[in-house]
């Protein structure tokens, strides 16, 4: 078959994957592997059962085959061992033969040879008896001691066995095996799937779940309109083969490409259309970058961890247990940790490296420390102690930064308020992870932190 794309702007690779997937050029056919093992029953059986059988099966016919040849080896020395006992003293032997009523018991009495030796003189022909020679008699006896030796060493290790074994197989492989005709190397499955470009886009979350992307970079926020009670959540710049997270009340995480958002001339869709919720849950925050990203996610009980966007990623619908909660406790914004900046986009403080950590209370406590006493958690989980809670206490948010931090919250009235805090704040409350913090003079209650840089 010849195949000739309609442009040669096709590449070579992506059109033979795309006949691998849709046409039968690539198939899978499942074989029924039943062996008569060793028990001598049929059993279906892994191809490694079946090579761990063989090999048991061969090592013991290799021992079955060196014992009885060294029961021959044995017996063919005990006979010539008697022939040169004999040949020192060939004539009276002939004359016992000639003149004796009961040679082989004579034999037996004048040599002390055993009966399968004394049968073995008188089978001998006199005149054969008189040529032998024993030169011969003693090469054949230093041959069968040799091979004795080998045999025995062969029959008392387990390792020489083997090493035979490999050898006897490498000479048949050699003496027996044609060239392979079928090249065989590891190859990815051909898998039919829409090619995304690789574009700047910036993905827009609203407060009640609704999503959109909008094409490039550097949009302001104001420009952005949302239904009537609706508001912005978050903007974030990456790139359409990225992906968006969205973090459930019940510690799940569920996984939408950027690619598959609608576009930013609308009110765009909400994310619930792209995944299966399961009921009574509730979609709490969201974050949208690439695999590498490295986020500090955090539950209302006071414990966190580090992982990336890829260790979130699931391709199910259904999401992807990660946040372990207690009951009563609450998944706390995620905090970007370590975001590379996207590809043609420019570098902010949010894409630097954070250094500390930034706890804050529902109580109104603060607490920062470095973010290396944190560790990764590829698999999830509840993590590590961030903060000490006191009884009744929360904790509202844990924020990754270098150099500041915003906390929001509800003050006198029910008034909206935010404070941003620098580094020569922060300071003040630095502690070791794990403890209490100290207590901040903000003039609210904190219910939020994020990372300003």
């Not at 886009?201 to 009670?229: N, P």
């Not at 510690?251 to 995944?275: E, N």
């Not at 009744?392 to 990754?400: E, N």
Request: net charge positive.
């Amino acid at each position: 078959l010849v195949f000739e794309p309609k442009t040669s702007r096709i590449e070579q690779q992506e059109l033979i994957t795309s006949l691998l997937a849709h046409t039968s050029l690539e198939s899978s056919s499942p074989i029924n592997l039943t062996m008569v093992g060793l028990d001598g029953r049929p059993v279906p059986k892994s191809l490694r059962q079946m090579l761990t059988e063989w090999v048991e099966f061969r090592q013991s016919t290799i021992e079955r085959r060196s014992r009885h040849r060294l029961g021959k080896v044995l017996d063919r020395i005990h006979i010539l061992e008697g022939r040169q006992l004999v040949l020192l003293n060939i004539d009276e032997v002939i004359a016992i033969i000639r003149h004796s009523d009961e040679p082989k018991a004579a034999l037996i009495a004048r040599f002390s040879l055993s009966e399968i030796q004394a049968e073995d003189i008188l089978e001998i022909r006199l005149r054969q008896l008189a040529r032998l020679e024993a030169i011969k008699i003693e090469q054949q006896l230093k041959e069968l001691r040799e091979e004795q030796k080998k045999l025995d060493e062969i029959l008392g290790s387990p390792a020489a066995l083997r090493r035979l074994m490999v050898k006897e197989i490498e000479q048949d492989a050699k003496q027996f095996a044609d060239p392979r005709r079928t090249l065989i190397q590891a190859e990815k499955k051909a898998v039919a799937e829409i090619r995304v470009a690789d574009e700047p886009v910036t993905v827009v979350v609203s407060q009640r779940g609704w999503v959109r992307a909008r094409q490039g970079h550097g949009h302001e926020a104001a420009s952005f309109a949302f239904k009537a009670g609706d508001g912005l959540y978050a903007t974030y710049e990456c790139r359409t083969v990225d992906t968006l997270l969205a973090f459930g009340s019940n510690g799940r995480v569920y996984t939408v490409a950027v690619s598959l958002l609608p576009g930013a001339r609308g009110d765009g869709q909400p994310v619930t259309t792209f995944i299966e919720l399961e009921s009574g849950t509730q979609l709490l925050h969201y974050f949208a970058g690439s695999a590498g990203a490295w986020l500090l996610l955090s539950g209302s009980g006071g414990y966190g961890f580090l992982a990336t966007v890829e260790n979130l990623t699931s391709r199910q619908k259904a999401g992807k247990a990660f946040i372990s909660c207690a009951e009563g406790e609450t998944v706390c914004r995620p905090s970007p940790a370590n975001v590379p900046a996207p590809a043609g986009a420019a570098p902010s403080a949010l894409n630097l490296p954070a250094t500390h950590v930034a706890c804050a209370s529902t109580g109104g406590r603060i607490l920062t420390f470095e973010i290396g006493e944190l560790k990764p958690m590829p698999n999830g989980g509840r993590g590590l102690m961030l903060i000490d809670l006191e009884a009744k206490d929360t904790l509202a948010g844990a924020a990754a930064y270098t150099r500041s931090v915003r906390i929001s919250g509800v003050g006198r009235g029910g008034k909206d308020r935010e404070e941003t805090l620098e580094i020569r704040s922060l300071n003040n409350a630095r502690a070791a992870r794990g403890r209490k913090g100290k207590a901040a003079d903000l003039g609210f209650k904190p219910s939020a932190i994020e990372r300003v840089e």
